[in-house]
């Protein structure tokens, strides 16, 4: 059950732009974006809903294709602090009533 | 608004102790989830309490329990500890609205099994 993302790890220079995969073997109502920086906690950046538009926050945006079950993250014009690791997580039922279960990550490195 | 308060930050013990973590959520958040991370898995979901009631659970032995109080407060306790239990253990709360708010995450309790 738990969602699989790709690449595991992505290394870049400042500006250039990166996708990040999330897919799930099982119909999702939700997907959940979050960014954890070394040594801190995963910080949320973004929830799509089955049923709703692709979402965005100053350059990061993703998108959530319900029928093939996969979500992408997209970062645009990458700057030193997106450096971290990305997790997307994902609920199989309305929010609330079922757990969240996150993939493994994907190491993003962004180098000046 | 004060967030998740996770204590200790970090706890040695050795092989076959038991340790009990503490996790506040937000006020107003009724759901606390548990998770423990190790390198190379990422976050593997242990369980989720909402409103004092264990809503899920993952496949964790019976040695790690849980439990949520009246006030939201969670404990997590892991009994006859091993050493492959060393771990980060996270727990995030988050409100009904989860289609807005996401989960907030603490910043977790670095558990060392010598």
């Known amino acids: 059950q738990q969602p699989v993302q790709s690449p595991q790890a992505v290394i870049l220079r400042e500006g250039e732009d990166a996708v990040i995969n999330c897919s799930s073997s099982k119909a999702l109502y939700s997907v959940h974006w979050y960014r954890q920086k070394h040594g801190e906690a995963p910080v949320f950046l973004m929830i799509l809903l089955k049923g709703g538009e692709q979402k965005g926050h100053d350059k990061i945006s993703a998108s959530f294709n319900e029928k093939k079950q996969q979500s992408s993250l997209y970062l645009t014009a990458s700057q030193l602090s997106y450096s971290g690791t990305y997790f997307c997580?994902?609920?199989?039922?309305?929010?609330?009533?079922?757990?969240?279960?996150f993939g493994k990550g994907t190491k993003l490195t962004v180098n000046p | 608004k004060a967030g998740v308060t996770q204590t200790p930050r970090y706890l040695i013990k050795t092989r076959g102790q038991q340790v009990t973590l503490s996790c506040s959520p937000i006020s107003g958040h009724r759901s606390v989830s548990w998770y423990q991370q190790t390198p190379g898995q990422g976050l593997q979901f242990l369980f989720e309490?909402?409103?004092?009631?264990?809503?899920n659970k993952g496949n964790f032995p019976g040695r790690f329990s849980g439990r949520q109080f009246s006030n939201s407060r969670s404990e997590m306790n892991v009994s006859t500890l091993e050493l492959g239990d060393s771990a980060l253990y996270l727990c995030?709360?988050?409100?009904?609205?989860?289609?807005?708010?996401?989960?907030?995450f603490g910043s977790g309790t670095r558990l060392t099994v010598v």
């Open positions: 997580g994902t609920e199989i039922s309305k929010g609330g009533s079922e757990k969240l279960v």
């Open positions: 995030a709360s988050s409100s009904p609205r989860t289609g807005i708010y996401g989960y907030t």
């Open positions: 309490y909402f409103s004092e009631t264990q809503r």
